[in-house]
């Protein structure tokens, strides 16, 4: 006879599906959290890029262009002393026609505000239009010459008229003539074609990228030529060649501990090795290059490895079937299908060596240098090191330079990983 009591407890027990589907709710819940956590920090990750690419575009797409004064230059011959047309006074030009514009002003202090107005360097804007046009001497030439950055800061609107009057950057007098500048139509905002022309300068309105692009161009090219073969050869023997010991293993050991060493680490390398032992010339392109090189081996050997051991064996294998010998099968097969990814680690390899700037700081690419370097071993800075320089400078123009700097580095970043990106989706093949 059946107990009573164990039948109303069998009753009053839950079903093992209830338990199945109350477990079921809660792992769907738990995976509703999961993917909403992801998604909020995708979100916040993606708010935070735009606010700081938004706060850089703000600052720098202004950099693109430039404020203008249009001058009649009178290029009077007896002053330009034709016989040496190197040494004659440009500026003087300049001033003489800023003083026919406004007579009224006489005095020593407000000629010297008047000339304020205008850049420094249009003086050698005139020099440069007199050496391609010899045939303009004794003749009135309307020329639009670069205002002053304070000028040019308060026509962009960086700057507000109270402001520049309480810090006395601008006088009462100047912004008088700026607008009679502005009603004669001799004031106008163009295209900053400077920027991307000219090499660094003390003053903002005529400062350019020019000599860090070339010097960036230079040390990459370095970079590549030594660090890529290299690099190559060295994950080929490695994968392919090397013999499983423990000599080898810590070979890879070290490598892959050199890929995470800070890159002022190279740096100091390169100060004591190519600068103070070999006596290599400072500041210069092939040091950087060596330095980069030396940074970015650890990077193209573990690329290509990677790239190597996703080549099926059946590949080797084939080929040593038919009767190929070692080298023609990693030469003649394995390398050709394993390119595409080597490529895309060189690419990535050296978009990290062009947005670098500790390695090259220690040795002496932070110097200022004006002229664009013409070879390999000239002085020269990098982009990066630019970006530093004109970063640590007072002038509120050099703000939007820096920021229009930024735009030109990340501009090339994007365009080196998109290329990456290409060649892998190119050439990959899936097995």
Known sequence: MSDPRSSQDQSNRPRTIDLVNAG???????????????????????????????????????????????????????????????????????????????????????????????????????????????????KSVPVWVPADDDVDMLVKGHLKVDEKAESHRLTT????????????????????????????????????????????????????????????????YLEEFAPRNRWTDLIEVNINNLAAVPSIVYGLLGLAVFLNFFGLPRSAPLVGGLVLALMTLPTLIIAGRAALQSVPPSIREAALGVGASKMQTVLHHVLPLALPGILTGAIIGMARALGESAPLLMIGMVAFIVDVPGGFNDPATVLPVQIYLWADSPERAFVERTSAAILVLLAFLIMMNGAAVLLRKKFERRW
Not at 49 to 56: D, E, K, Y
Not at 119 to 130: E, H, K, P, T, W
Not at 196 to 225: H, K, M, Q, W, Y
């Open 24 to 138: 079921l709710a809660r792992r769907y819940r738990a995976e509703r959290r999961f993917r909403l956590y992801g998604l909020s920090a995708i979100s916040a990750s993606l708010l935070v890029l735009a606010l700081l690419l938004g706060s850089i575009v703000a600052s720098g797409y202004s950099a693109f262009q430039q404020t203008f004064i249009r001058l009649d230059i009178v290029l009077d011959a007896d002053q330009l002393r034709t016989n040496n047309l190197r040494q004659a006074n440009y500026q003087g030009l300049v001033k003489q026609s800023l003083s026919t514009l406004f007579p009224a002003a006489v005095g020593r202090s407000e000629k010297r505000e008047l000339y304020a107005l205008v850049s420094s360097g249009a003086g050698f804007q005139i020099r440069d239009l007199v050496f391609a046009s010899p045939e303009l001497i004794g």
């Open 173 to 236: 007098a100047q912004l008088g003539w700026i607008e009679q500048l502005r009603d004669q139509g001799r004031l106008s905002k163009q295209f900053n074609s400077a920027f991307f022309t000219n090499g660094d300068s003390r003053e903002p309105e005529t400062a350019g990228i020019r000599g860090a692009f070339t010097g960036s161009l230079f040390t990459v090219v370095v970079t590549l030529l030594l660090s890529f073969p290299v690099g190559v050869a060295a994950a080929v």
